[in-house]
């Protein structure tokens, strides 16, 4: 769709801008990952919906999307300061595991919880700890070009030497003067603010203590990465020194984002992201979701409605379509009546699929409707503007919904095919499916044996049928009240019998 515009909100311009790639049809777009110390939580979830999209509608619009998510196995410490235990360590040695077992473990239930969801997956997954070289290498450059200096073994960014000539801050629009003070005032007692010269610089090179398990050899000792450093040369080794898009949760955006800012202009002078984009956050009666919070539900617990704040188990394609049913940068808030809800809108669009497979297409444009082919046109143009307006899924999804009522119709008789005709028609199945299926990237869940389950069900309308036309009323209730509990009803209507999933 080449004569789409699209707009995405750069934070860090604060407007919409229209997206222009360097090196158009390449695209090259880097989204943080998780730090592998425990389950994925529904705040994780949302991000990864996020960008999933986006890499889908680019990838349809034409572009060549080259989509890198790392995973942090190392060097991410408590409350994302420069002190204190690596989250990943600490973990291992609560469970007695290795740090490596730790990272297994979780990042192969991450990959799990990602296919659940349908996200597909990066072309590019690199880990921190496979790229210690290229960290040491940038550390070097920016100590090299007067940004960075050596303590006790330790690197730290010099935020007041970039500052002279630089904006740091300007991504998250902190006042450097203010986050000298603040840093000072809030981490006053920390002994390693004796290392720093300023209390707002930050480490890029840490020196391992006695009981660091997880390190490296490097020019100023043995030590491991700053959580900051990791994106920094990661997403310049595989997407360039200046790239596309840099995407990622608002939490992200200070420190690590305005760090990651600073790192790359401080190695190399450029800045390195054209459009960040951020979304907000899924919050719990108005709290941030978690794990520092310890108010986090785990995307496991909501597939399978274990977590007591759950009423019922929910699946993976009502949490997807949960997400998608705000616009990425709007908060999210959790309740079991949202999900609920998002369950019954779910099955309503995956049975408006169905649909489309049994209605049986007009052959020509012979008396057909100019209002209902005008209907189609406005509900496909808005699928496309919601989509080109900063990823607006939400305008999207009530554009869908104007289809599915015409399909519904269709299916209920109450419009006839030929009403629609053979081009309209074709327009809105074509679109309804890209939708579903490709850019909103929602499958059908219920009956996972999709064959199976159509045979099973052609079987079961058959004795319907024949139980109807012998007026053998007591079989046709009990078929339909069976059928019922496994989630199906059974619709009579001007066009036949039918089944759909219940709404």
């Given at each position: ?226 959580w900051h450093i990791e994106c920094s040369a990661m997403s310049s080794k595989y997407l360039g020194e200046t790239f596309d898009i840099h995407g990622g949760g608002m939490d992200l955006v200070f420190p690590h984002h305005e760090s990651e800012i600073a790192q790359s202009k401080g190695s190399c002078g450029k800045a390195p992201v054209r459009y960040w984009m951020h979304n907000n956050m899924i919050t719990i009666n108005g709290r941030k979701m978690g794990k520092s919070l310890g108010n986090f539900i785990t995307l496991k617990e909501f597939f399978d409605g274990s977590n007591a704040l759950l009423d019922q188990a929910y699946s993976p394609m009502t949490i997807r379509f949960f997400i998608l049913q705000a616009h ?176």
């Amino acid at each position: 769709m080449a004569e789409h515009q699209l707009l995405v909100y750069n934070t860090l311009s604060r407007s919409k801008e229209v997206f222009q790639p360097l090196n158009p049809p390449h695209v090259g777009l880097y989204v943080c990952g998780p730090t592998v110390y425990g389950e994925a939580h529904l705040g994780h979830a949302r991000p990864y919906v996020t960008f999933d999209i986006l890499n889908r509608y680019l990838t349809h619009l034409g572009y060549k999307v080259r989509y890198v998510r790392n995973i942090t196995d190392v060097g991410h410490l408590e409350n994302d300061a420069d002190e204190g235990e690596d989250k990943i360590a600490k973990k291992a040695r609560l469970e007695q595991l290795e740090p490596m077992e730790v990272v297994e473990l979780y990042t192969g239930s991450f990959h799990e919880s990602m296919r659940m969801l349908n996200n597909l997956p990066p072309g590019i997954e690199p880990r921190a700890s496979g790229h210690i070289p290229e960290q040491i290498e940038m550390v070097e450059k920016i100590i090299n070009n007067g940004f960075a200096y050596e303590a006790n073994g330790s690197v730290y960014f010099d935020v007041i030497s970039y500052s002279k000539n630089n904006d740091y801050g300007k991504l998250s629009g902190r006042v450097i003067e203010e986050l000298i003070a603040g840093a000072g005032n809030e981490r006053r007692e920390l002994k390693e603010q004796d290392e720093k010269r300023n209390p707002a610089d930050f480490a890029l090179w840490k020196k391992a203590d006695s009981r660091h398990i997880m390190r490296w050899k490097s020019p100023w000792g043995e030590g491991f990465p700053g959580w900051h450093i990791e994106c920094s040369a990661m997403s310049s080794k595989y997407l360039g020194e200046t790239f596309d898009i840099h995407g990622g949760g608002m939490d992200l955006v200070f420190p690590h984002h305005e760090s990651e800012i600073a790192q790359s202009k401080g190695s190399c002078g450029k800045a390195p992201v054209r459009y960040w984009m951020h979304n907000n956050m899924i919050t719990i009666n108005g709290r941030k979701m978690g794990k520092s919070l310890g108010n986090f539900i785990t995307l496991k617990e909501f597939f399978d409605g274990s977590n007591a704040l759950l009423d019922q188990a929910y699946s993976p394609m009502t949490i997807r379509f949960f997400i998608l049913q705000a616009h990425y940068r709007s908060t999210l808030d959790f309740s079991n009546d949202a999900l609920k809800a998002a369950e019954k809108a779910y099955i309503k669009i995956i049975n408006g699929l169905r649909s489309l497979n049994q209605i049986e297409a007009p052959e020509s444009n012979e008396g057909s409707d100019e209002a209902l082919q005008k209907r189609i046109d406005d509900a496909v143009k808005q699928l496309f503007e919601g989509m080109n307006d900063d990823l607006n899924t939400a305008v999207s999804m009530a554009a869908l919904f104007d289809l599915l009522k015409i399909i519904n119709s269709i299916k209920g008789g109450q419009i006839l095919p030929e009403q629609i005709g053979a081009s309209a028609w074709s327009k809105l199945a074509s679109h309804y499916r890209l939708f579903v299926n490709d850019i909103f990237g929602l499958l059908e869940e219920k009956g996972k044996s999709g064959n199976l389950m159509n045979n099973l069900m052609e079987v079961i309308l058959q004795d319907y049928s024949d139980a109807k036309a012998r007026k053998d009323y007591a079989t046709v209730d009990r078929i339909r009240a069976q059928v019922k509990k496994e989630g199906v009803v059974i619709k009579d209507s001007k066009t036949g019998i039918s089944w759909d999933y219940e709404e």
